[in-house]
């Protein structure tokens, strides 16, 4: 039944954000999307209140025994971590629209949709992950270990986004007959009596492909929280939920954040090095809160105060 109210509630959301909050077809300003992300990360915040709240009246299912403050302590941790996982992605979406020439005023409709196949997808994989750490105990093992490995491989590529997503392109060209024309906001037209996809379906596809890579790190990085399916599932969704407000937000001042490359690698090593230890060392939930938060503000603040490295330094 919770699991019912969520979805209803995630539904609304997404509602009010389409039909309400960007109707129009606009380059939304940054006092707009500024007030967007603090909404949605005000919203996710307070979600935890409620959450609190249904664990004391035990309106979920509670296969771990969490008390109310752990359960809300954990969902607190593992949204932070799907909402620092997701600066990476708003690289990648940014790099996707630059090269497919997608306007500003019709990226809003394709990253509305994208979200919907990322809550898709993240569902898809949450439950058969929690499935897998409950019941096969050295999982822990090898989940711990991909993230360290995915840790030290995104630190140590360079510019890994510099080619265009033309395999992506050519990939979905041998099933759809793609176009480079137009037609308003949709992502179908008929040119030459045939029903070909446009530049705004091209673009979706390649961010869903690209945000099922991601979720093969994202997930791991929430069950060295927690294995609770209800968090683990509320604390993606609404990390979610506020990524497309945030690329808006952060779109023109991506280049300043360079550093929080560094953040991310820290909490990807640190969340490997909690799952590889889980069975022998347990670190209370504020512990792991506390890094992450400080693991962001240092990432944060070195990357206002330090440009990005040019490539000839």
Do not use: C
Not at 208 to 231: G, N, R, W
Not at 246 to 275: H, P
């Amino acid at each position: 039944m919770i699991y019912i109210a969520l979805l209803i509630l995630v539904v609304l959301l997404l509602y009010i954000d389409l039909a309400v909050l960007n109707k129009k077809q606009d380059h939304p300003s940054n006092k707009k999307t500024a007030l967007e992300t603090l909404y949605w990360v005000l919203f996710a915040l307070s979600f935890s209140g409620v959450l609190y709240w249904a664990y004391s009246h035990q309106l979920v299912d509670n296969p771990s025994h969490l008390t109310p403050l752990d359960a809300t302590f954990k969902y607190l941790t593992g949204y932070l971590i799907e909402l620092s996982l997701s600066v990476d992605n708003l690289f990648v979406m940014a790099f996707i629209f630059s090269s497919l020439k997608i306007p500003v005023k019709y990226q809003h409709r394709v990253l509305f949709w994208g979200i919907m196949g990322a809550m898709f997808f993240r569902a898809a994989l949450i439950f058969p992950g929690t499935l897998l750490i409950n019941k096969i105990s050295w999982m822990t093992y090898v989940f711990g270990a991909f993230l360290i490995y995915t840790a030290f491989k995104m630190l140590t590529e360079e510019d890994e986004n510099e080619a265009a997503p033309s395999s992506q392109i050519k990939f979905i060209e041998r099933f759809v007959p793609l176009t480079t024309s137009y037609n308003g906001e949709k992502f179908w037209l008929i040119e030459d009596g045939i029903r070909k996809a446009t530049p705004l379906f091209s673009a979706l596809v390649v961010i869903e492909i690209t945000d099922i890579l991601f979720a093969l790190d994202s997930i791991p990085a929430i069950l060295a929280i927690t294995t609770d399916p209800f968090i683990v599932f509320s604390s993606n969704i609404f990390a979610i939920l506020g990524l497309r407000a945030m690329y808006f937000f952060l779109v023109n001042m991506l280049e300043q954040f360079y550093y929080i490359k560094y953040s991310v690698f820290a909490i990807l090593l640190f969340v490997g090095i909690k799952l590889i230890i889980i069975h022998y060392i347990h670190l209370p939930e504020w512990f792991s809160l506390a890094f992450i938060v400080l693991a962001l503000i240092v990432g944060i603040a070195y990357s206002m105060t330090h440009s990005k490295p040019s490539k000839n330094s």
